[in-house]
């Protein structure tokens, strides 16, 4: 005869458990439902520019890889700290991202007070890729190598110029290493960003830049600028007749723009895994690839524990550049 006493008991602990199973597991539904809204991919600078051009190609490719929606969202201001504290600052979900790179998280955090700690409070999701810099000069300067350069530069220490878009920017930082590693003195001249200083160097009022291959690519192929080194370990493809900088003479100068996704900190890691694989299979998709090499990047992984290895080590290279060559803000 069935026990109708010891029946209830039992269909209540079956049912509390129930419940408790499902307070357990709710969370992994939840994580597996990553994305439930759109994923907004902070820009920490004008719309138009190359930060920009890899928010709108990689956000798109990451969320069609999610199987979600992306939007672009564009804030400028004080050096990149402003969009990346925006980010800092978003709930961890993983629905906020950061576009983000040596500004910042190696570069501004030294010079300026920043609202965030750049190893802290993000979660790396993966390296987008790299970026050498390229010595440019205009078409009709006498420079035809870099020893013109730090010839010229030698023999009149105040007489030789090199532009950047601003204190601190990575055509200041690479221009500082330069000139540091050839011992020679040069005058830097800083824009407030924007294209002035490219205007400058093609009107042969400033004479040199150290420009990141995102920005000067397009003018070395419309034939408006000229190139005498690239910063890379050998030449580029599309520059076949421009010297790395080490068979320049300068085996020591190692210097590239870097760019990377970042999310807030604490954001759950299955959630982290979700992005990084996105990137990676945005990464490798051939028309980004493509795109980016068409800008000089070199692509990368999108590898979460590549970046989360490297920032710690260039937050402390670019912070001794600074403080020794006395970098301060505009």
Sequence with gaps: MINQNASRRQLLSLTAGAWALSALTGPVWAQAAFPNKTLTFVVPYPAGG???MLGRLIGQKMADALGGTAIIDNRPGAAALLGAAVVARAPADGHTLLVGGLATHAASPHMLKADYDPLKDFESVGLIGSAPIIAITYLDSPFKTLKDVVDAAQKDPDGVMYGSSGNGSPLHL????????????????????????????IGGRVPVI????????????????????VGASARLADLPQVPTFA??????????????????????????????AALSAALKTPDVASRLNSVGITVATGDAAQLAKFLPSEYERIGRLIRTANIKPD
């Design 210 to 229: 150290f420009d990141t291959a995102t920005n000067c690519m397009p003018l070395l192929k419309a034939g408006k600028v000229r190139a005498l080194a």
């Design 247 to 276: 068979e320049a003479g300068f085996g020591q100068f190692d210097f590239s723009a870097w760019y990377a996704i970042f999310a807030p900190a604490k954001t759950p890691k299955p959630v982290v895994a979700k992005l990084s």
């Design 174 to 201: 690479a221009g500082e290493m330069f000139v540091d590693q050839a011992k020679v003195k040069m005058t830097h001249v800083p824009y407030k960003g924007g294209n002035a200083h490219i205007l400058d160097l």
């Design 50 to 52: 190359a930060n920009d």
